[in-house]
């Protein structure tokens, strides 16, 4: 006798979300759309995943690479210059 387990399936309560941008801007994008890489990059400097940005892996990878190409060549900052941490000030 042998068991069989059930596999579970998880179904996606919530619709997929909204995209930033259109298919064709990402498979046209480069290093030097600044204004455009902008957009998938949060306050704080770090790249936003696909669950907030709404497009999928394969283009994640690629506007990934592009933002740390853009930023080698200090196009983007590696980190951001808000103002929302106090001057910390040791004695």
Do not use: C, H
Not at 5 to 26: A, L, M
Not at 45 to 72: D, N, W
């Amino acid at each position: 006798m042998s068991k069989k387990k059930k596999r579970k399936i998880f179904q996606k309560n919530e619709p997929p979300k909204q995209r930033r941008v259109s298919k064709k801007e990402i498979e046209e994008a480069t290093y030097k759309d600044v204004d455009l890489l902008k957009k998938f990059i949060s306050d704080r400097g770090k790249i936003r995943p696909t669950q907030i940005t709404g497009i999928t892996r394969q283009e994640q990878l690629k506007i990934a690479r592009l933002v740390k190409i853009a930023r080698e060549l200090a196009l983007l900052p590696y980190v951001s210059t808000s103002n929302y941490k106090a001057p910390y000030n040791r004695r």
